[in-house]
């Protein structure tokens, strides 16, 4: 519904309330048939002011039609005047007396006043002489009503002068409150006689001087206005304040000019008397009569086939703001009858729904018009979406007049969605053909925000919802599968990141959007992860490649996707689904990758580098399921850096040490910390073995090193035997009667295969040091006793077997470091091979590191481990299933098997939990029921 301007009769122009007083404050001279000139009909100005934007409510006193004694004549006792020339017919009213008699100038009649209104012509002024104001002083003669001054504020009102002489109007003057303000109370003087018309407050009485004209008390003189004496509804004496007499002044030059302003301001009181003498259902029948009869004839140039679409918009356009400026003229003249007539018959609409009911019923409604508007309006929407320059306030305008007629949503938002639906379906299925997917999002961008703008500009706004929903649905919602399947493989392979967040934000936009991308989203991690994980040829670089293809992920999701929580779970569900897709072997190799990070050498720039590149190691760490097969790797690399002093760094060791207790618990973590405890004890118990020595008086040349490892917590070592110088021997014996002479009951065992030395030689360029391994070591002292030996005779002597014998001369032969000069020359060691020790060795460094073959890892120490990691295993699935059926004594197979899985921390088959099941069975650990073969009992 349009709203209609806002004007308040209260409040309608400063000149409308001026004129209003000058007709009640001030007489006119007198006509030329003699006598004063009343006004009839006016209503209460209390009456009036109390009427406000609101019309007709609760608190309104506006007359009432038909109400006995509105008149004043009326009121007085006097029979109502009757019918005069230019009161419309049969309604016995009088649109103007004139004092005795009645005025011989005709008063216009009210379809002059909407059809001049209409034409925009000049207003009839006929029947409205003008009025030039009356000096202060009587307002006439007779008596009257007058207020003095009483306690407390309230007043008294005393009777003044005589009756006015003939069919005068009767008027009552009131005056505003007292200083303090209190009960209004009004008496007759004498006789009990009702007021009749006579002097305003202030004015001289027929028998006083003109110094004994009361004015406004003290006290109301003193409360700075709040107290004026005033008459209702009109303006102050302009005797009392400069302020009164200034707005005097101002009232008298306007009604000097004259004009238009003016005349509204006379129709407005006609109208005013028109309806006070129940003549507005006619005066309401007329008006929208004379109103239909001019908007009809509007219809007819619009009825032209010539007119170019464009030139027929702005016609009607122009027809539209005209009967918008034309009704508001009309509702500013008929103000008082639309807010007191209209406002209390409900079924009648008020006059600016009136002119609205009437434009829409016989312009709009019109086949012709309306299919011709809303066709126009569609080319010129069209022609800017295909990039020309149009109109848009035209467009906002007529939008607006549809909006305002309430025909918007029928006559043009269903056309216009339908077009707007085909239009984008069409583009939508060629750009997909056209257009690779970073062009087509952008696209899709601008449209939308084009789209937008339109709703902002010219569009109703309640049209936003549904045609944003059109374009999402036909440029995206239809095409959401072709676009992933097109673009956001090659996005992530090039990381594309700003065409990534706009592919997100556009894919939350549509329903079903973030759920499509999420699937392809997940299928691309486990693609790209499994073709890293599954190639044993990438097993060098897989674990450094699963950090950088986790950190581009991430970065995506906290760019791209905003961090959104689905993305980063089914992220990690991905992650654990494809590293687990070759059992055991990631885990191996994130073991060796930490060996490598925490190893001495390492080209780590800072501790804080360090630190981030474990953290990063440790998410790939969760999301493996044979964690123990970490464990055993872990263990025998953590090993040989303690043994052999090749940690970087004991802070960064422990550091790693507590990330695995915080993600596995204490006891996964237990044994390697009992490996830090045994290193710290054998630090002590050499510092005592040292002392011990010096208390020898044959302590020997050699300084000798010995770390007490518990066989639980470190790795399991094959002993060998290999044949010692005897100051070596001589020296172990030593430290094993001092270690049992403190510790009574335990067993040493010597562990070769991790012992190294620093051995002392002498070259023709001078004195060198070399830090070699145990067997190393051996073979190098045979070369004080000869320049040469075979490679039987080595092996004889030292006792070292074959094949590690073999790595051990081929370190020392064949390396970068080469002490020993083999013949024949080549990399392998073979039978017959002989070596002589090589006089004219030549380093830049004094203290050389020989490569320790025998600590790298081969081939079968690997398999070993994972056979030792298996065999681990069997023995906690029998220790899980005897817990198991020793709490529950009877059991199903099927039960059995998922508690099994519930606490059991690494994959395993379900073969081979029926394995270890027979094999307790077998052991006497449980057995079957005898009538149900899956039916398990605890043996006691």
């Known amino acids: 519904m349009a709203r209609a301007p806002e004007l308040s009769y209260g409040a309608s122009a400063a000149r409308s309330r001026a004129f209003r007083s000058w007709g009640t404050s001030w007489r006119a001279p007198p006509s030329p048939r003699g006598g004063l000139t009343p006004r009839v009909g006016v209503p209460n100005p209390q009456e009036e002011r109390s009427l406000g934007p609101s019309g007709g409510g609760p608190g309104s006193r506006a007359p009432q039609e038909g109400a006995p004694g509105t008149h004043p004549r009326a009121r007085r006792g006097y029979p109502e005047p009757r019918g005069c020339p230019g009161a419309p017919p049969g309604t016995g009213a009088v649109p103007i007396p004139r004092g005795r008699g009645w005025g011989s100038r005709r008063a216009p009649s009210s379809q002059e006043w909407v059809s001049e ?33 009483g306690r407390g504020g309230a007043g008294r009102a005393r009777r ?29 003087s004498h006789g009990g006689r009702g007021p009749a018309e006579g002097q305003l407050l202030g004015a001289r009485g027929p028998h006083q001087r003109p110094h004994q004209a009361r004015g406004p008390g003290r006290r109301a003189r003193q409360a700075g206005g709040r107290g004026r004496l005033q008459e209702a509804g009109h303006q102050e004496l302009p005797r009392q304040t400069p302020a009164a007499r200034q707005l005097h002044a101002r009232h008298v030059a306007e009604a000097a000019r004259g004009g238009a302003g003016r005349a509204e301001q006379h129709l407005h009181q006609a109208v005013e008397n028109l309806c006070s003498h129940k003549v507005s259902p006619m005066l309401y029948k007329q008006l929208r009569q004379a109103c239909e009869d001019h908007v009809q004839a509007q219809i007819l140039p619009f009825r032209e086939d010539s007119l170019d679409s464009v030139l027929f918009l702005k016609k009607i356009n122009t027809c539209w703001q005209n009967h918008c400026r034309q009704m508001i003229m009309i509702r500013s003249i008929f103000l008082f009858l639309d807010r007191t007539y209209v406002l209390q018959n409900s079924t009648l609409p008020s006059i600016w729904d009136m002119g609205l009911e009437l434009f829409r019923t016989h312009i709009i409604s019109d086949k012709m018009v309306q299919s011709k508007t809303i066709d126009g309006i569609l080319l010129l929407i069209e022609r800017e979406r295909s990039g020309e320059a149009v109109d848009r306030s035209l467009l906002r305008s007529l939008l607006g007049m549809l909006s305002d007629l309430q025909v918007y949503k029928d006559s043009f938002e269903l056309k216009f969605l339908e077009e707007t639906n085909c239009l984008y379906a069409a583009e939508g299925q060629r750009l997909m053909q056209e257009r690779e997917v970073p062009e087509y999002l952008n696209h899709v961008s601008k449209r939308l925000e084009e789209e937008g703008d339109r709703v902002i500009t010219y569009l109703d706004h309640g049209t936003q919802k549904p045609l944003i929903a059109c374009v999402e649905k036909q440029l995206l919602g239809e095409h959401l599968t072709a676009i992933l399947q097109k673009g956001l493989d090659h996005l992530l392979d090039e990381n594309r990141v700003p065409d990534l967040a706009q592919m997100y934000q556009l894919f939350s936009r549509v329903r079903g959007g973030q759920q499509a991308l999420l699937q392809h989203w997940s299928e691309y991690i486990k693609t790209f992860g499994t073709a890293i994980v599954i190639n044993p040829e990438k097993d060098k670089d897989m674990v450094q ?33 494809f590293i687990n897709k070759r059992p055991n072997k990631p885990a191996e190799l994130i073991a060796k990758h930490v060996d490598s990070k925490l190893r001495a050498g390492n080209k780590e720039a800072t501790d804080e580098e360090l630190e981030r590149t474990l953290d990063k190691i440790m998410i790939l760490f969760r999301f493996i399921h044979g964690k123990d097969v970490f464990e055993a790797f872990y263990k025998k690399d953590l090993a040989k850096r303690l043994l052999v002093g090749k940690s970087a760094s004991v802070d960064a060791e422990k550091s790693m040490l507590s990330k695995l207790k915080h993600e596995c618990g204490a006891a996964f973590t237990s044994k390697l910390e009992g490996m830090f405890k045994d290193m710290e004890l054998s630090k002590d118990i050499m510092v005592h073995f040292k002392q011990h020595m010096q208390n020898q008086s044959d302590s020997g040349p050699i300084d000798l090193t010995v770390n007490i490892l518990t066989m639980g917590y470190w790795p399991t070592y094959t002993p060998m035997e290999v044949h010692l110088t005897p100051e070596m021997v001589k020296l172990q014996e030593v430290f094993k009667a001092f270690y049992l002479g403190k510790h009574s009951g335990r067993k040493l065992q010597w562990q070769t295969t991790l012992g190294h030395a620093v051995l002392k030689a002498e070259f023709k360029e001078g004195k060198k040091e070399f830090q070699v391994s145990l067997f190393q070591t051996l073979v190098l002292l045979m070369f004080n ?46 039978d017959g091979d002989k070596f002589i020790f090589n006089g004219e060795f030549k380093h830049k460094l004094f203290r050389i590191k020989i490569n320790q073959i025998q600590m790298k890892e081969t081939v079968e120490e690997q398999v070993s481990t994972t056979e030792r990691v298996f065999q681990d295993r069997q023995y906690q699935i029998d220790a899980a299933i005897v817990r198991i059926m020793k709490m529950r004594k009877t059991l199903g197979h099927n039960l059995l098997v998922s508690e099994l899985y519930n606490q059991l921390k690494f994959p395993v088959k379900p073969g081979d939990l029926k394995k270890r099941i027979e094999s307790l069975i077998d052991r006497d650990y449980m057995e079957r029921d005898k009538d149900n073969p899956n039916q398990y009992h605890y043996v006691a």
């Open 160 to 188: 003044t002068g005589r009756r006015p002489r003939g069919p005068g109007r009767a008027e009552r003057s009131w005056a505003g409150g007292g200083a303090r303000g209190g009960a209004r109370r009004f008496r007759p």
């Open 545 to 577: 490649d699963l950090l950088d293809f986790k950190d581009k992920v991430d970065h995506v999701i906290e760019v791209c996707f905003q961090k959104n929580e689905r993305f980063v779970n089914l992220m990690k569900e991905s992650f654990e689904t």
């Open 785 to 830: 006793e000869g320049d040469g030996f075979s490679f039987e005779e080595i092996k004889m002597a030292t006792g070292i077997e074959d094949s590690e014998l073999r790595r051990t001369l081929q370190s020392l032969a064949c390396g970068k470091a080469r002490v020993l000069i083999k013949s024949p020359k080549g990399k392998e060691v073979e």
């Open 117 to 149: 209104a209409l034409r925009g012509g000049p207003i009839p002024q006929e029947g409205f002489p003008a009025r030039a104001p009356k000096r202060s002083g009587v307002a006439g003669r007779g008596g009257g009503w007058t207020r003095a001054r």
